[in-house]
């Protein structure tokens, strides 16, 4: 049996076969080298998973960390009625209580439920037949969500008792000013503030389970409800942050805030070398420590193509060094929902979203069964709901190029 070969190794060829294919194809356009570059490009494709984790682990970490903390305060805090001893009581009422009809349920199971929920939660937050989530499995969605959606693990989040979060932000700043020894001193201007509120609105998924598979005892559904859950809120959230509109219950999208600064990429309908270069120069010093590039495959594989003025490509493989691939020396990630490259767009996005962006979770996500709606057809309804919201909290801290000439 052939000895497996160094997947560095693989990384390595297949950049240099990339390399090569597209300078030879520079030179002369030919069908068959396109299709080479092609085929190398997918080659480094398989290695983008990697690279992902390894521009993320640290972020998605720390965020993990930082919620699943916050959650847990919210659980212990003095007044709450529900220790943590009480918690796998919890978890085994609510798979017992998910299983059944509402006139079917032991009221005991549904107490318990209910006595973590009040001491969590608003009552308003729990109605129409949703029951909270026990603890575990809550964490665990948390924990799945910033690993399928990029900005959560780059942005900063907070989990929140209440319904929004207000934040001052600075709008303008004094101005110091030299002065003699005994001259008049004058005011030199105040900073200004104002007041950012985000939101946490409701989100919900629709996940529907065979009634055959739910009287199966062996059957885990509480798995089934927080994968096909993660799935649904990583989608709608994912593609919130790059475009929502902050209206209508959507959260703010960092292409539709109008107060972040964008640079041209110098073609009408193209990726530039050069616009890449005076986008990552043009954010503020400050911020480039923290920053990263965000785009989706398409760009990436165009921006693999480009070289700098002295022949060298832009993109450059990291993972021999234990270290992610970069462009100009800046990692990067892939956002799925970025758009692809034309006129107009702004599919690049570069910057410090930890500092520039801000994702709110408030405590607690619920599900509601349905037994009726989907009877006819032997599947049952469940109903996963959680408040969350995301707004651009610094603008000047991220910046977009724009496919434009100028």
């Known amino acids: 049996m052939p000895a497996e070969k160094d997947p560095v190794d693989v990384l390595m060829h297949a950049f240099n076969e990339f390399k090569n294919a597209n ?10 080298l396109e299709a080479k570059i092609e085929n190398t490009s997918k080659a480094l494709d398989r290695f983008e998973d990697v690279n992902q984790k390894l521009v993320l682990a640290e972020q998605q970490a720390k965020a993990t960390q930082e919620q699943l903390e916050r959650i847990e305060e919210l659980i212990n ?8 001893q009480d918690f796998a009581a919890v978890t085994k009422a609510f798979d017992r209580v998910m299983r059944r009809s509402p006139q079917d349920r032991d009221r005991n199971d549904v107490e318990t439920i209910n006595k973590y929920a009040n001491s969590i939660v608003k009552a308003d937050d729990v109605s129409a037949g949703y029951l909270l989530a026990p603890p575990e499995m809550e964490a665990a969605i948390i924990k799945n969500l910033i690993e399928t959606t990029p900005m959560r693990a780059l942005a900063t989040v907070r989990v929140i008792g209440g319904d929004s979060l207000k934040q001052p932000r600075k709008t303008a700043s004094g101005s110091a000013s030299r002065i003699g020894e005994i001259a008049t001193r004058t005011n030199t201007g105040d900073p200004t503030y104002g007041m950012i509120e985000i ?38 959230e994912g593609i919130e942050h790059i475009s929502g509109t902050n209206a209508s219950n959507q959260g703010e999208g960092v292409l539709t805030n109008g107060s972040i600064s964008y640079t041209a990429s110098g073609e009408a309908a193209a990726i530039a070398a050069d616009g890449l270069m005076d986008l990552i120069h043009a954010l503020k010093t400050g911020y480039s420590a923290g920053a990263v590039l965000g785009f989706n495959r398409s760009t990436l594989g165009a921006i693999r193509k480009l070289k700098d003025g002295m022949g060298g490509y832009l993109w450059t493989p990291g993972i021999a060094n234990a ?29 410090d979203f930890r500092r520039g962006y801000k994702i709110v979770d408030r405590i607690g996500i619920s599900f509601q069964t349905d037994f009726t709606t989907e009877a006819d057809n032997g599947l049952v309804i469940f109903r996963a709901r959680k408040r969350s919201g995301s707004a651009v909290v610094l603008p000047e801290a991220i910046r977009k190029l724009k496919i434009a000439v100028s």
């Open 23 to 32: 300078d030879e194809n520079l030179k002369k356009r030919d069908a068959l």
């Open 77 to 84: 805090r003095p007044s709450a009625s529900v220790t943590k």
């Open 199 to 236: 939101k946490a609105s409701e989100m919900y998924a629709r996940i529907a389970v065979s009634q055959q598979m739910l009287e199966d005892s062996g059957y885990d559904l509480l798995a089934e409800l927080r994968e096909d859950s993660v799935e649904q809120f990583s989608v709608k």
């Open 323 to 351: 270290a992610p691939n970069t462009i100009l020396g800046v990692p990067y990630v892939e956002m799925a929902d970025m758009p692809d490259i034309a006129a107009g767009t702004y599919p690049v996005i570069y910057g």
